[in-house]
């Protein structure tokens, strides 16, 4: 399973390329305004990120009607060729996939939330389609089970569309994707750290190196 970073913040981008931890990055709308702020320009950190991080970098339209969303869509897929083309899951959004990938520009078809969202994403060959899965929970609803059937629904007929797991709230969402399978999970800076975290890793190093510590001074070296 492939781990993007779901930020637009260069620092955290950063820390997560040093640390060999991630393969991809996603944006939207919300993440890059925080980035940006009253004086950055949005267009310049995708840029940054894209020369950061090889792998695919989603940068998300903020039109909503078909043709605005195509000329947006063009417009960032010039900024490098690892820019994905983010679209809401909407009527407008899935038919500015459909020609953004007949021009051959990956498209990531955000904001999904049931089976069947998932299922027109793929039949208008969405390059990835993005489950919310944090945003389902937070409704007592299932976020996990949506990723399970949309899994299914693609392995039936054999879709090329690749299951981004989004919304990303604990490490344990991270282990249902993979699990179940999912090809991408995209996790939030903090999120992604956690992976490394276990109370027992703590204790066993701090333990190792006590009883290696209590060895004469001049046979500790190796
Ligand atoms: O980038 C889209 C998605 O991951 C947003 O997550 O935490 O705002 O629900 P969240």
Redesign the pocket.
Known sequence: MKLFI?SADLGEIRRAVDAGLIDGV???P??LARSAGAEGDPREILREITRLVPGDISAEVVATSTEEMLREGRELAKIADNIVVKVPLTPDGLAACRKLRAEEIKVNV?LCFSPTQALLAAKSAATYI?P?V??LDDISSNGMLLVEQIIQIYQNYAFATQVLV????HPDHIVQAALLGADVA?V?PKVLFQLFDHPLTDKGLESFLADWNKLPKDRRGI
């Open positions: 779901d996603t944006t939207n919300t993440l955000t993005s919310f944090g945003r989004a919304s990303v709230r995209t939030p």
